[in-house]
């Protein structure tokens, strides 16, 4: 059974920094483009940033460019998001998600569980 576990959410003051991982487990023959995404109460989900296989393309939110950076580590089927500079509007609950084939062949998108982000003095 494939699971994502999301750490490294918590309160940081406006302009403060937080790196959040999000680590893939259990039975996985690939790992195609991972993500992150945000969701506040009464507003949908949004796409933060995403990343392809390789890392060689990325996507990020207007908003985040220049501030947050999305990696990956293969070896560890791990996904980080470093976010610099936040700011209060950056408060939400954030969710990876990843393009993930089990050891079974089956194909589909998994979520974490969601970390809780909260920018504030």
């Known amino acids: 059974q494939v699971q994502l576990v999301e750490s490294g959410g918590g309160l940081v003051q406006p302009g403060g920094s937080l790196r959040l991982s999000c680590a893939a487990s259990?039975?996985?023959?690939?790992?195609?483009?991972m993500g992150w995404y945000r969701q506040t109460p009464g507003k949908q989900r949004e796409l933060v940033a995403t990343i392809t296989t390789g890392g060689t393309r990325t996507y990020y939110l207007d908003s985040v460019k220049g501030r947050f950076t999305i990696s990956r580590d293969n070896a560890k089927n791990t996904v980080y998001l470093q976010m610099n500079s936040l700011k209060p509007e950056d408060t939400a609950v954030y969710y990876c998600?990843?393009?993930?084939?089990?050891?079974?062949?089956?194909?589909?998108?998994?979520w974490g569980q969601g970390t809780q982000v909260t920018v504030s003095s």
């Open positions: 998600n990843a393009d993930i084939t089990s050891g079974t062949l089956d194909y589909r998108v998994y």
């Open positions: 259990g039975s996985i023959f690939s790992i195609e483009t």
